[in-house]
């Protein structure tokens, strides 16, 4: 998952990096135009891997064909998504389950609080604008139906984390995923191998996509006692934890173990947008950083990107 920090340089010659933030970014925050030279401690080491949370959403609306845009303007392959599905049965992609937060529904629907996003078609959240909550130069941004987003990511030529979100929700949505994931050609060798893993917090959904497609990676999102690691070593690759529940010695018990696919099992941590933090587990082995500012964290630890 490292490569060396010598692309962050390529990356700044060709103008697709950002100036370092001097921490978190704030959800407004407008994009940096220059890119950050490597940190000091981090020059020419190797780095873990960042993946771009909900895209780029420090700089642009979460979630949106907008933010994972930006993060490929910004040099990173990974990005990170939720997925969640419709009352009549379209996968978008959107964190939260109901649509309050990151769009105008409470304006457009008054009357159907609280607009959770299980009592809404297709129709009518593709109505909704989901950019303006962040800025108004991203007045009109849309809620994307999973099939967009894939196509984007495609176009991109982007790697993904998938999250399967509240899968007690919406039952048969993990087969409904790989379905759509089939259909858009996510599912062949290449995308499996290099571009493609799916994660959740439910440790049942995980299992249930390990048994219809054992040959994907899949991550499960928490920070599970230490001695119930090896129950979780036999459906999942990953362990992805909150960076504030983790120490080095949990993180290298987990490298302790083989995961589904007989390979060391990993360690992507979540959230983190600052540099302070980003070194510091850096320092405690992890193999990825999930982060809101990812120029931020490159500029850190330096990464794979």
């Known amino acids: 998952m ?37 940190a000091p401690d981090s020059a020419g080491l190797l780095g873990p891997t960042v993946y771009a949370h909900r895209g780029a959403s420090a700089y642009a609306p979460e979630n949106t064909l907008a933010s994972i845009d930006l993060a490929m303007r910004l040099g ?38 609280p607009w959770r996003v299980k009592d809404f ?29 894939m196509e984007r990511v495609e176009g991109n030529r982007q790697r993904l984390l998938l999250e399967i979100k509240k899968p007690e929700l919406y039952p048969g949505i993990e087969e409904q995923t790989l379905r759509l994931l089939g259909e858009t050609g996510w599912l062949d060798a290449q995308h499996v191998s290099r571009r493609l893993v799916v994660q959740s917090f439910s ?26 690691l090896p129950r979780y070593a036999e459906f999942t690759d990953r362990i992805n934890p909150w960076h504030t529940t983790i120490s080095a010695d949990w993180v290298a018990a987990v490298h302790g173990l083989r995961g589904a696919h007989g390979k060391t099992m990993e360690v992507d941590t979540w959230i ?31 990464s794979y990107f």
């Open 2 to 38: 490292y490569v060396r920090t010598a692309a962050v340089a390529a990356a700044a010659f060709l103008g697709l990096t950002f100036t370092l933030l001097g921490g978190s970014a704030s959800p407004a925050a407008t994009a940096p135009a220059t890119a950050p030279a490597p």
């Open 76 to 113: 990173f392959t990974w990005v990170e998504n939720d997925v969640q599905r419709t009352k009549d049965g379209e996968l978008v992609v959107i964190h939260d389950d109901t649509l309050a937060r990151t769009t105008d529904a409470e304006q457009v629907f008054p009357d159907r609080k």
């Open 121 to 149: 078609t297709a129709a009518e959240i593709a109505r909704l604008d989901a950019g303006s909550w962040f800025g108004p130069r991203f007045a009109g941004a849309r809620v994307p139906t999973l099939r967009e987003y």
């Open 203 to 228: 440790a049942d959904s995980v299992r249930v996509v390990h048994r219809l497609r054992p040959d994907l990676v899949t991550a499960f999102l928490g920070t599970p006692a230490v001695a119930d």
């Open 272 to 302: 983190v947008d600052d540099a302070p933090t980003a070194r510091k587990v850096r320092e405690m082995g992890v193999d990825g950083i999930i982060t809101n500012a990812p120029d931020v964290v490159r500029g850190a630890v330096g």
